[in-house]
DNA sequence: GCATATTTGTCCGTATGTATA
DNA sequence: CTATACATACGGACAAATATG
C-alpha cells in the first residue's frame, strides 16, 4: 500500500466551519467522500488520523466514527494497526462490481413498463442531461449523466435498498476510473448506448433493450480491466 | 418506540470474555447480531449504552462503533439523543426487500448454466438440508434451509458485494419474522416449493424455475404483510 | 408546567500494542 | 535493537437532550 504523505487536500476540508449539534461523524464522511469521488483523495493515500481530526477541528472519535462508514462503503480500506486508506480496486474488485451491476440493473430495467412514470421519466431525464452536455463539448457532466443514468435504471424497481446498493456500487467503480486519465475516452462511446437503450424502452421493446444494456456492461467492464491491468 | 427496561439477556452476552487485541467493536457487533437474529433482542427494545458497555467489560465508544455497524445493516436504528433501537420493520420496508430480492434473485438464478458446479452443488445442498429437517420434524433446520437456499440462489451470480447485499436483506427480514410466532407455519409452505425451483433448474427449466421463484415472492410476501398490518 | 435524574453526544488524555525507520 | 510514529481502546469529563415524578 503506497503512502502519500503529501495533506495539500487537508485545507479544502477545514474551509467551513463545522457546526456544533448533531450527526457530525456523518458530514465528515460526506465530506470525505466528495474528496475522494473529485478525485482530491486519490487510491492509495493514507489518511491520518490526527493530522485530519485537527484540520477539521473535531475529535478523533468522531473521525474514527466517519472512517467506519466509508469503510463500510468501501471506499475506504482498514489496515489493522496501520491505518486507513483510500481504495485502490483491482480488477478482481471491478469484475465482482460488474457481475453485481449485471444482476441489479438487468432485472430492474425489465420493471420499466411496471414502473411508475416518474421513474421512467428520470431515465430520459439522465439521457437528456448527457445529450446537452456532449453538445457543449462538457465531458464532465456526459460523465455524471451516465451516473444518473445508471440510478435511473436501477429505480425502476422502485426499491430505496437496491438504489442504495448500486449507489454504493457505483462510488466505487469511481475509484478505479481514476486510471482513465481522460473522461471523455471514457465516456463518449456510451453515451450513444444509453440513447439506443432508451430509445428501445420508449418503443417497449425492453428485451433488446436488456440485451443492449448487458453489451455496455461488457464493454465497460473490459475497457477498465485492461486499463487496470496494464499498470 | 416501545422501551422494554428488562435486561435478561445481558447475561447470555457476557459468558465467554472478550480477548484482547483486534477488530473489538466488530466482535461486539457479531454478538448483538447474532443476539437479534435469536429473537433474544426483539424488535422495537432500546439498548441502554452503559448497561450493555459495563456488561461486556468494554467502553462505551467500543460500543458506539458496533452500534454503527449495526445501523449501517439497518438491524438498529439511531434517534438522536434517545438512543438505539432494534429495527421493527413494517409492510413499507418488508414491500421494498422484497421487491429488492426479486430483481437479485431472478438475475441470479439465470445464471444457472453458467455457474459454477460448486455453486449449482450449494442450491442442491441447501434443499437436501432442509429435507432432512422436514423428515426428523426440525423446523428451526427448515427455517435456516430456506435461507441457505436464497443466499445459493444469489451465489450462482459469483459476486460477493452481491452476496453481502442478500445477506443483509435476509437478516432484516429476519426481524420482521418475529411476528411470525410459529416457524413451521411460515416455512412448510416453502420448502414444497424450493424442491420444486430445484427440481426445474436440473432440467434445465431456467425460465421456469424463475417463475415459480417470483410466485414464492408473492406469496411470503402477502403471508408477512397480512401477519404484521393486522397487529 | 417544573424540577430532577438519567441517558446520550462529544471530546480529551493516556496507556498499550504494533509497524516502520 | 532501539526509537519513533501511529492506531487501539479505556476511563473520565462536561454539556445537552430526554425521561420521570
Given at each position: 500500500m503506497t503512502t502519500a504523505p503529501s495533506h495539500d487536500w487537508l485545507g479544502s476540508l477545514a474551509d467551513d466551519r463545522l457546526s456544533q449539534d448533531r450527526a457530525r461523524a456523518e458530514r465528515v464522511a460526506d465530506k470525505l467522500r466528495d474528496r475522494m469521488l473529485d478525485g482530491e483523495l486519490t487510491p492509495g493515500l493514507q489518511l491520518n488520523e490526527k493530522a485530519i481530526s485537527d484540520a477539521l477541528?473535531?475529535?478523533?472519535?468522531?473521525?474514527?466514527?466517519?472512517?467506519?462508514?466509508?469503510?463500510?462503503?468501501?471506499?475506504?480500506?482498514?489496515?489493522?494497526?496501520?491505518?486507513?486508506?483510500?481504495?485502490?480496486?483491482?480488477?478482481?474488485?471491478?469484475?465482482?462490481?460488474?457481475?453485481?451491476?449485471?444482476?441489479?440493473?438487468?432485472?430492474?430495467?425489465?420493471?420499466?413498463?411496471?414502473?411508475?412514470?416518474?421513474?421512467?421519466?428520470?431515465?430520459?431525464?439522465?439521457?437528456?442531461?448527457?445529450?446537452?452536455?456532449?453538445?457543449?463539448?462538457?465531458?464532465?457532466?456526459?460523465?455524471?449523466?451516465?451516473?444518473?443514468?445508471?440510478?435511473?435504471?436501477?429505480?425502476?424497481?422502485?426499491?430505496?435498498?437496491?438504489?442504495?446498493?448500486?449507489?454504493?456500487?457505483?462510488?466505487?467503480?469511481?475509484?478505479?476510473?481514476?486510471?482513465?486519465?481522460?473522461?471523455?475516452e471514457f465516456y463518449q462511446d456510451y453515451l450513444p448506448m444509453n440513447r439506443a437503450i432508451l430509445a428501445l424502452l420508449d418503443a417497449d421493446a425492453v428485451a433488446e433493450a436488456e440485451q443492449e444494456l448487458l453489451r455496455y456492461f461488457d464493454r465497460a467492464e473490459s475497457h477498465l480491466v485492461t486499463r487496470l491491468s496494464g499498470r
Open positions: 477541528g473535531i475529535s478523533r472519535n468522531t473521525l474514527r466514527e466517519a472512517f467506519r462508514l466509508l469503510t463500510h462503503e468501501r471506499l475506504l480500506v482498514h489496515e489493522h494497526s496501520r491505518g486507513v486508506f483510500v481504495c485502490e480496486p483491482g480488477v478482481d474488485e471491478v469484475s465482482d462490481i460488474y457481475a453485481a451491476r449485471r444482476v441489479i440493473e438487468c432485472g430492474a430495467i425489465r420493471r420499466w413498463t411496471d414502473a411508475t412514470e416518474e421513474a421512467r421519466q428520470g431515465v430520459r431525464d439522465a439521457v437528456a442531461f448527457g445529450v446537452r452536455g456532449a453538445a457543449m463539448d462538457n465531458w464532465l457532466d456526459v460523465g455524471t449523466s451516465n451516473i444518473r443514468f445508471h440510478r435511473a435504471i436501477t429505480a425502476l424497481a422502485g426499491s430505496l435498498r437496491l438504489n442504495e446498493e448500486v449507489q454504493r456500487l457505483l462510488a466505487e467503480l469511481r475509484l478505479a476510473f481514476y486510471v482513465m486519465g481522460n473522461p471523455r
